[in-house]
């Protein structure tokens, strides 16, 4: 199906451990973006990426890796994931700059 | 770089009857785009309404219409004739135009305004 899809939807995982959070779109766009949500924070940006290898720190980048060798997809890792870094991430992408983004179905992540 | 404010946490209106829900934005940019962002319980990010800088006219999508004004960097979504299904979290986002690098160049959220409609 067309769109921007996120998997898994739902994953716990054990502190120290690595966790890498698939996301892929079917719309080639240049943009695609990793965003977490807490309660009391709304969404803020991880990394992005305006094209295929080439990569940017967003707002809270640390303990994070991505990677994009191809534009339609666009892999988020834990590299040894706390408990900090429960929360639920979306992925999104956009055609260009400055226009909307699109959302993936998000991933609710528990580190225990 | 730019910040969003939502300043009202929560908010409860009538079915059928009209709320305003306020956004105000800190930028030193003269052309980007503003958005409102609906999220249900369902989690999924759903595009309201969209609002070019460089346009004077007031965006409207159906029963959702916005206040912009540019000079007072205030960005508020009306909806009318709210409906139960309208009952959500509801984001302000902003976004410049163009790359500029330097992890300026995605959508800055708001913390959300969670708005409940009362039957």
């Known amino acids: 199906d067309a769109g921007i899809t996120q998997s898994p939807r739902y994953k716990i995982t054990e502190t120290g451990r690595q966790v890498t959070l698939m996301c892929h779109q079917t719309w080639s766009h240049s943009y695609m973006f990793w965003y977490r949500q807490d309660l009391g924070h709304g969404l803020r940006l991880i990394y992005y990426s305006a094209a295929a290898d080439i990569t940017d720190k967003g707002e809270v980048p640390d303990g994070y890796v991505v990677s994009r060798s191809k534009t339609e997809n666009f892999p988020l890792t834990l590299e040894s994931a706390t408990r900090s870094q429960t929360s639920v991430y979306f992925c999104?992408?956009?055609?260009?700059?400055?226009?909307?983004?699109?959302f993936g179905q998000g991933t609710r992540l528990t580190v225990v | 770089a730019q910040t969003v404010t939502q300043s009202q946490p929560e908010m409860s209106v009538q079915e059928a009857e009209t709320v305003t829900l306020s956004c105000t934005y800190d930028?030193?940019?003269?052309?980007?785009?503003l958005f409102w962002y609906k999220q249900p319980p369902s989690r999924q990010m759903i595009l309201v309404i969209r609002?070019?800088?460089?346009?004077?006219q007031n965006a409207t999508e159906n029963r959702f219409s916005v206040n912009f004004q540019k000079a007072a960097k205030s960005f508020s979504l009306k909806i009318s004739d709210s409906q139960l299904g309208d009952a959500a979290m509801y984001f302000c986002a902003y976004r410049s135009i163009g790359y500029s690098g330097g992890g300026a160049d995605g959508l800055t959220f708001g913390k959300g305004t969670h708005l409940i409609i009362q039957p």
């Open positions: 930028t030193s940019e003269s052309d980007y785009y």
């Open positions: 999104a992408s956009s055609p260009v700059a400055g226009t909307e983004a699109f």
């Open positions: 609002q070019e800088a460089y346009k004077q």
